[in-house]
């Protein structure tokens, strides 16, 4: 997401600090990422320290989205659409059930392969040889006059 402007990109220990506090324990990693993502804003403060730092309370990992050196770089700004892409693009890969727009959707938003024959058996679709797309119907510009008027 920020492969042009790495500098602007949210930092992993923000990242790393806001998923530890909003994992409940979760059995397995996708109701873990499901909670991390819904809940992690919850743990962003609206006063300094931002985001404490759990050792230090007093230190904010955040110190640099308020600092006005840093304030072209929209750092705040872009963690929040950071998450708002991470929860969107989290969904997609979860609800789908097709291999090859999994396939295609991991590679476009994480840069990552996965091996097609171990998901279609994960998710129970080892049976499946042709997957279907729906067919795309093109309306022209001029609509067909009705039957009975002429």
Request: charged share 25%; net charge negative; proline share 7%.
């Amino acid at each position: 997401m920020f492969e042009e402007d790495p500098a602007s990109a949210p930092i992993s220990v923000i990242i790393t600090t806001l998923s530890a506090a909003a994992y409940q324990g979760e059995a397995d990693a996708e109701r873990a990422l499901e909670r991390i993502l819904t809940d992690m804003h919850l743990y962003v403060r609206q006063t300094i320290p931002r985001v404490p730092n759990p050792v230090n309370p007093a230190e904010d990992f955040a110190d640099k989205w308020h600092e006005p050196q840093y304030a072209h770089l929209h750092l705040e700004q872009n963690f929040w659409d950071w998450l708002e892409h991470a929860q969107r693009d989290f969904k997609i890969i979860a609800e789908a059930r097709d291999v090859t727009y999994l396939d295609e959707q991991v590679h476009a938003k994480f840069a990552s392969t996965i091996d097609k024959d171990r998901l279609k058996e994960k998710l129970g679709l080892a049976s499946i040889s042709v997957v279907t797309r729906p067919k795309v119907h093109i309306v022209s510009e001029t609509p067909a006059k009705p039957w009975a008027c002429r």
